[in-house]
């Protein structure tokens, strides 16, 4: 090729005593010697298309935070429903942490039930002025606040169709799993799981709640001070506790690995709670920054201990070893088995799907349960005569023997 150019580029690059105007010629007659035209066609044709391409995402991005909640706004108005106007990108989100922060600086006063302000502040806010069916945005997806009457009947409607909210980067640093699934990807894991939940296999699992409640309660014992008190922060105690009882009812003997797990968890949701107005962002999750590395980071470890824990629990498995009544064994069982509990074929999850339901077991179980205690013993605290009663209740029917499950029955006051 070089020998059909007028000049060398050794030529060029080390010019020789001749002006400047015409060694500048030279330069241009080279450039245009090798920009051939079919080369200009096929620039043409690859910046077009990549010009095509980006267009083409940018008119769907603008669609998606855009035009897309404009549509469907006018659409939730036309049937009637007031609430928020959407804001480009962010919605309401801004304004509901906002809110939040300034609602939780202030303390609720004593003996006080009215807790939507505190929890829920903007929402409340919303319901008051704009009913009690009315609209307000998470970002760009809106949220219709409904009577639970029409709740009941869109869940339970076999004819409907309810889309669940996809959020997949979030649900793969989180948890994905059956409560991400819809149709028949969610009919399948719900056979596999369900007979994990089987009440006959709860029951199994008392002595572990057991274990767990005892260690809490003695701790508590050993602090009390000289005049037999002792102030505690139940909040953290409980999330601790139920962190335990998921460790040891999911995995059993592997219950340090399962409480390294909920350690990581409770700091992924802590770091993505700080970030929901940023995680909004289209993209903002790849980015690499500092504080989603280590998101990816923790996601690494939790993957890595559940595959240990999955690969040595399948091998004992397969060499004749029992499911020892966990959730793992149990899940893992039924997944092997390749029926469901009504006899039909199910084909197995694969080794990341259980993954994925491992991980859901412990963010759907142990925020969920430890917030209903810390309510329960808000509650308590502000009735003492309730607590007198309960206490006396269970004191008549266990007496200082462990609870067993056939006494729940006759529960009243506790129930
Ligand atoms: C007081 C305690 C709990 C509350 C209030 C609660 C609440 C809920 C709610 C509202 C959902 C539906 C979420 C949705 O579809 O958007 C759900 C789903 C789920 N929960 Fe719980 N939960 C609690 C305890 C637990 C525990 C202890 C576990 C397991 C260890 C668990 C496992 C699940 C699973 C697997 C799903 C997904 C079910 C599916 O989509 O079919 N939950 N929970």
């Given at each position: 090729?070089?020998?059909?150019?007028p000049?060398?580029f050794n030529r060029i690059s080390h010019?020789t005593?001749l002006?400047?105007i015409k060694r500048e010629?030279?330069r241009?007659?080279?450039l245009?010697a090798?920009i051939?035209p079919?080369l200009v066609?096929w620039s043409?044709l690859?910046?077009g298309s990549?010009?095509?391409?980006?267009?083409?995402?940018?008119?769907k991005?603008i669609?998606?935070?855009?035009w897309?909640?404009?549509r469907?706004?006018?659409a939730?108005?036309a049937?009637g429903?007031?609430?928020t106007?959407?804001r480009?990108?962010v919605?309401?989100v801004i304004d509901?942490e906002?809110?939040?922060?300034e609602a939780?600086?202030?303390?609720?006063p004593?003996?006080?039930h009215?807790i939507?302000?505190?929890v829920?502040?903007?929402l409340?806010d919303?319901?008051?002025?704009?009913?009690?069916?009315?609209?307000?945005?998470?970002?760009?997806?809106?949220k219709?606040?409904?009577?639970?009457?029409q709740t009941?009947?869109?869940m339970?409607?076999?004819?409907?169709?309810?889309?669940k909210l996809?959020f997949?980067?979030?649900?793969?640093?989180?948890?994905?799993?059956?409560a991400?699934?819809?149709?028949?990807?969610?009919v399948?894991?719900r056979?596999i799981?369900?007979?994990?939940?089987?009440?006959?296999?709860?029951?199994?699992?008392?002595?572990?709640?057991?274990?767990c409640?005892?260690?809490?309660?003695?701790?508590w014992?050993?602090?009390l001070?000289?005049d037999?008190?002792y102030?505690?922060?139940?909040c953290?105690?409980f999330?601790?506790?139920?962190?335990d009882?998921?460790?040891?009812?999911?995995f059993?003997?592997?219950?340090a690995?399962?409480?390294?797990i909920?350690?990581?968890?409770?700091?992924?949701t802590?770091r993505i709670?700080?970030r929901?107005?940023k995680?909004i962002i289209?993209?903002?999750?790849?980015?690499?920054?500092?504080?989603n590395r280590?998101?990816s980071?923790?996601?690494?470890?939790?993957?890595?201990?559940l595959?240990?824990?999955?690969?040595?629990r399948?091998q004992?498995?397969?060499?004749?070893?029992?499911?020892?009544?966990?959730?793992?064994?149990?899940?893992?069982e039924s997944?092997?088995?390749?029926t469901?509990?009504?006899?039909q074929c199910i084909s197995?999850m694969?080794?990341?799907?259980v993954?994925e339901e491992?991980k859901l077991f412990?963010?759907?179980?142990t925020?969920?349960?430890?917030?209903?205690?810390?309510?329960?013993?808000?509650i308590l605290?502000?009735?003492?005569e309730?607590?007198?009663?309960?206490?006396?209740?269970?004191?008549?029917?266990?007496g200082k023997n462990?609870i067993e499950?056939e006494g729940f029955?006759r529960?009243k006051?506790?129930?």
């Amino acid at each position: 090729m070089h020998s059909s150019l007028p000049y060398s580029f050794n030529r060029i690059s080390h010019p020789t005593n001749l002006p400047p105007i015409k060694r500048e010629r030279e330069r241009d007659m080279v450039l245009t010697a090798l920009i051939s035209p079919a080369l200009v066609q096929w620039s043409f044709l690859v910046c077009g298309s990549l010009g095509f391409v980006l267009l083409w995402q940018a008119a769907k991005l603008i669609d998606r935070l855009w035009w897309h909640p404009r549509r469907l706004e006018r659409a939730l108005r036309a049937e009637g429903l007031r609430g928020t106007s959407y804001r480009f990108l962010v919605g309401d989100v801004i304004d509901y942490e906002r809110r939040s922060k300034e609602a939780r600086s202030r303390s609720m006063p004593l003996r006080c039930h009215n807790i939507a302000p505190l929890v829920a502040p903007l929402l409340h806010d919303i319901v008051r002025e704009h009913g009690k069916a009315c609209i307000c945005w998470f970002g760009p997806y809106p949220k219709v606040i409904s009577d639970p009457e029409q709740t009941k009947e869109v869940m339970s409607n076999k004819f409907g169709h309810f889309e669940k909210l996809k959020f997949p980067a979030l649900s793969r640093l989180l948890a994905g799993g059956v409560a991400t699934y819809e149709g028949e990807q969610w009919v399948k894991h719900r056979r596999i799981l369900n007979p994990a939940f089987h009440l006959e296999k709860l029951k199994l699992m008392m002595p572990a709640f057991s274990t767990c409640c005892q260690e809490l309660v003695s701790r508590w014992t050993q602090s009390l001070g000289s005049d037999g008190t002792y102030e505690v922060d139940v909040c953290p105690e409980f999330q601790r506790l139920t962190g335990d009882v998921i460790s040891r009812t999911a995995f059993g003997s592997n219950y340090a690995e399962g409480a390294r797990i909920f350690q990581l968890q409770s700091e992924q949701t802590a770091r993505i709670l700080a970030r929901v107005k940023k995680i909004i962002i289209p993209g903002y999750l790849s980015l690499p920054t500092r504080n989603n590395r280590r998101m990816s980071e923790i996601n690494n470890e939790i993957e890595s201990i559940l595959l240990n824990l999955i690969g040595e629990r399948m091998q004992a498995m397969q060499e004749g070893e029992n499911t020892k009544n966990d959730l793992l064994g149990l899940m893992l069982e039924s997944n092997m088995r390749g029926t469901d509990e009504n006899g039909q074929c199910i084909s197995g999850m694969t080794i990341d799907e259980v993954v994925e339901e491992c991980k859901l077991f412990y963010f759907a179980g142990t925020e969920t349960t430890s917030i209903l205690l810390t309510w329960t013993m808000v509650i308590l605290s502000m009735h003492p005569e309730w607590q007198d009663r309960a206490r006396e209740e269970v004191l008549g029917l266990f007496g200082k023997n462990k609870i067993e499950y056939e006494g729940f029955g006759r529960l009243k006051t506790c129930r």
